[in-house]
């Protein structure tokens, strides 16, 4: 019988322009030497005024030079994936493996309950046989709402799903879908009576939630409420699991008479007294629980507020785990992030860029990070299996046979799966399942599954696979980018340093890509003296960069200018706008300035054991007031905060230091205009740039009257220590 030919299931073409792009980089690279030999040539001697300063200005080049050629690393080798899901049910329609799909929530008053079911009824829509489909919803508060709310979803799906089926609805969130609807589609009976069932389901959870109370009424009505008690609390109370769809069970099914996806409530138990690892251990539990019903070989994780906006996301991530000659060594796959409620010119920066241009980047060498959501992974690998040659996992095992006990006895077994000290003096949390100890759990855990020989996949589908929500005001993001950096600084020192613990055992342009983020935090200190230093020498009449008639003026004019043109073109490319890379330069700035330097301090904390490790949920609600803003591009300064008061004195420190050389040219005239120019032109722009990216702060300073604007008191604490420090160093 003649051999069928080798058709793979997924193809990987490498990025355009890459050529192109070395010979940019190569060049760049020429002009930065260029500036170093400038900076060494023309160190001020001792006892001249400002050599210490000069050496400060080499030693933040040097270090904006190297981070700038860890950038380098994931540009230079980018590859794009694409899938053939048409080989893959023609070969495996009949063999598919099980699916359980892992959602966390934490906290039902920044999380609300609509929208975590909402992302719960996307996932079980699924394009994929629903009786190899389990999903479980973590819920850390053990909160009375989400459960409620998990019911009366559960009960929806009955009629969602077939609908999804009928109509081949995208996205199947259905809140996404209908909003996503003008008016002329909506005419269909169908249509109505759907929309209807949802409203009147959000309606019953929107009425409970205000209450903060279920109604005895609705607890009769199902047995799992009795689970809860008067002294539970978000941080205090038992395990409570409850099995309310199994798919094994055929009376579990929807109007068309198809059987439902398994559906399994987990709360894991709480106490003051033991540590529960946040994300990590809510993930670890879901492991455990997950392994005893549908003990599934591949597993998806997504956050509460991601959901699947693409019903055919489990086949591509198969066609990557499937493939008979290319597989074996894939351990996860990799979605990227969207969010639905970004604005055109996203106000707060966004991900982009690492979407668009890093992580293809870093897949050229093995992998992206593994970043916490919209990722699939092989149970195996998450155990701590080791990748061997030899040894193959089996995607298609058989699910864990329904035991004689009834689901009552089976939900109180498995409860002691989740207590509160069953990973206690165990390798849960070390060796087996994500790692414990760091606020950024899953790029440690992603780290050490590629070290035991695996590789990960980024994929990227022309329908974005997850839909999720971003922040919406200043506060917010600065505090996610705070835990992010900490995190990934907290790694480099940890004894998974992608320097040491993956030195050997990953490629050399991967440990780089790592390093990337984990030197998020350190980049404060270099920004903050470029931000500061230059200002106050040109207050002072003391220049720092070369003169406009000198040769040594060319490599700082090609850097600079070769480098905004490039991180333009980048982000353009990358699907953003002109006044979206404007704002991206101004959060790159106030990340730098404010959220990493608090994660370095903290992280040296932690090390010298001063500090313990936390985990701030970002909020997902938002007031009216607040989302009119956002909408309409306006930053949202609000709420008072030490990061705030460093980037408003950091923008007055400027101000006062453009202002004072204003003073000296127009009003005193104690410089020439000429002179100065001529002298200080690079001193000028940097400070003159520096203002003017801080225009919305201004703004918020002085003239906004709505609560976005920055508070008074921060106001008047920047303003007098800014001119208090502008005022000493003008007359040192």
């Given at each position: 019988m003649e051999k069928l030919k080798y058709e793979p299931l997924f193809e990987t073409k490498k990025g355009k322009g890459r050529i192109l792009y070395r010979l940019f980089a190569t060049s760049l690279f020429c002009g930065i030497i260029l500036i170093w030999i400038y900076r060494l040539?023309?160190?001020?001697?001792?006892?001249?005024?400002?050599?210490?300063?000069?050496?400060?200005?080499?030693?933040?080049?040097?270090?904006?030079?190297?981070?700038?050629?860890?950038?380098?690393?994931?540009?230079?080798?980018?590859?794009?994936?694409?899938?053939?899901?048409?080989?893959l049910l023609m070969r495996y329609e009949n063999e598919l493996p099980r699916v359980d799909v892992f959602v966390c929530t934490a906290d039902p008053a920044i999380e609300p309950p609509i929208m975590v079911i909402n992302t719960v009824l996307s996932v079980l829509a699924y394009n994929y046989p629903p009786e190899k489909l389990s999903v479980y919803l973590s819920d850390d508060a053990g909160s009375e709402l989400t459960f409620y709310a998990l019911l009366e979803a559960s009960r929806f799906a009955k009629h969602w799903l077939p609908y999804c089926k009928k109509f081949n609805v995208e996205p199947r969130s259905p809140a996404a879908y209908f909003a996503s609807l003008s008016v002329s589609d909506q005419s269909d009976a169908d249509f109505s009576e759907m929309k209807r069932?949802?409203?009147?389901?959000?309606n019953k959870i929107d009425v409970v939630c205000k209450a903060g109370i279920v109604s005895d009424q609705a607890k009769l009505e199902y047995k799992g409420f009795s689970k809860w008690n008067s002294y539970s609390s978000k941080k205090n109370h038992a395990a409570i699991l409850q099995i309310l769809n199994d798919s094994r069970d055929e009376e579990t099914k929807d109007i068309d008479g198809v059987r439902l996806p398994t559906l399994v409530y987990v709360a894991r138990e709480k106490h003051p007294e033991h540590f529960h690892n946040f994300k990590?251990?809510?993930?670890?539990?879901?492991?455990?629980?997950?392994?005893?019903?549908?003990?599934?070989?591949?597993?998806?994780?997504?956050?509460?507020?991601?959901?699947?906006?693409?019903?055919?996301?489990?086949?591509?991530?198969?066609?990557?785990?499937?493939d008979e000659e290319r597989s074996r060594e894939i351990a996860f796959v990799q979605f990227p992030q969207s969010f639905g409620n970004a604005t055109k010119n996203e106000v707060y920066g966004s991900l982009r860029v690492i979407d668009e241009v890093e992580f293809h980047g870093a897949d050229g060498y093995g992998g992206p990070l593994y970043t916490g959501t919209g990722c699939f992974h092989r149970r195996d690998t998450l155990y701590g299996r080791e990748y061997s040659t030899e040894a193959r996992i089996d995607l298609k095992r058989a699910c864990p046979e329904k035991m004689e006990e009834n689901v009552h006895e089976l939900e109180e077994r498995l409860e002691r799966l989740a207590s509160s000290t069953y990973d206690q003096n165990t390798q849960w949390g070390n060796e087996i399942g994500l790692k414990y100890g760091c606020p950024v759990e899953d790029v440690l855990t992603g780290l050490t599954i590629k070290c035991k020989g695996w590789k990960s996949v980024y994929y990227r589908p022309e329908r974005n696979a997850f839909v999720g929500v971003t922040a919406t005001t200043l506060d917010q993001i600065l505090v996610q980018h705070k835990r992010w950096s900490e995190g990934d600084?907290?790694?480099?020192?940890?004894?998974?340093?992608?320097?040491?613990?993956?030195?050997?055992?990953?490629?050399?342009?991967?440990?780089?890509?790592?390093?990337?983020?984990?030197?998020?935090?350190?980049?404060?200190?270099?920004?903050l003296y470029y931000s500061i230093i230059p200002s106050f020498c040109l207050l002072k009449g003391i220049p720092l960069f070369p003169q406009v008639s000198s040769k040594w003026f060319l490599p700082f004019a090609y850097v600079i200018i070769a480098e905004l043109i490039y991180s333009f073109a980048e982000f353009l490319w990358s699907g953003g706008t002109i006044l979206g890379w404007w704002n991206e330069q101004r959060i790159w700035l106030y990340k730098r300035t404010s959220s990493y330097m608090f994660a370095f301090l903290d992280t040296m904390l932690k090390l010298f054991g001063s500090s313990n490790t936390t985990f701030i949920v970002t909020p997902k609600v938002t007031n009216d007031d607040v989302l009119l803003r956002y909408k309409q591009g306006k930053m949202e300064f609000g709420s008072a905060s030490p990061m705030l008061t460093i980037l408003s004195i950091l923008a007055m420190i400027n101000l006062f230091c453009l202002m004072g050389l204003v003073k000296k040219l127009i009003f005193t005239r104690e410089l020439g205009l000429e002179y100065i120019f001529e002298t200080m032109a690079l001193q000028i722009l940097l400070c003159g740039i520096l203002v003017f990216v801080n225009l919305p702060l201004y703004n918020a300073l002085f003239f906004r009257q709505d609560t976005g604007k920055i508070p008074?008191?921060?106001?008047?604490?920047?303003?007098?220590?800014?001119?208090?420090?502008?005022?000493?160093?003008a007359y040192m």
């Open positions: 040539c023309n160190i001020p001697n001792s006892g001249e005024n400002g050599r210490y300063v000069w050496i400060g200005m080499l030693g933040a080049e040097l270090w904006f030079s190297f981070y700038w050629f860890l950038t380098q690393s994931v540009r230079w080798n980018r590859i794009y994936r694409h899938t053939f899901r048409d080989r069932l949802y409203e009147e389901m959000a990590a251990g809510a993930m670890n539990a879901l492991l455990r629980v997950s392994s005893e019903i549908s003990n599934a070989p591949v597993i998806l994780n997504v956050d509460c507020d991601m959901y699947s906006n693409n019903s055919n996301a489990i086949q591509d991530a198969l066609c990557f785990f499937m600084l907290m790694i480099l020192f940890s004894k998974y340093s992608p320097v040491w613990y993956g030195l050997g055992k990953l490629n050399p342009g991967l440990v780089l890509g790592y390093l990337i983020y984990c030197l998020w935090s350190p980049n404060c200190w270099a920004t008074s008191s921060t106001a008047f604490q920047s303003v007098a220590f800014a001119l208090s420090v502008c005022t000493c160093i």
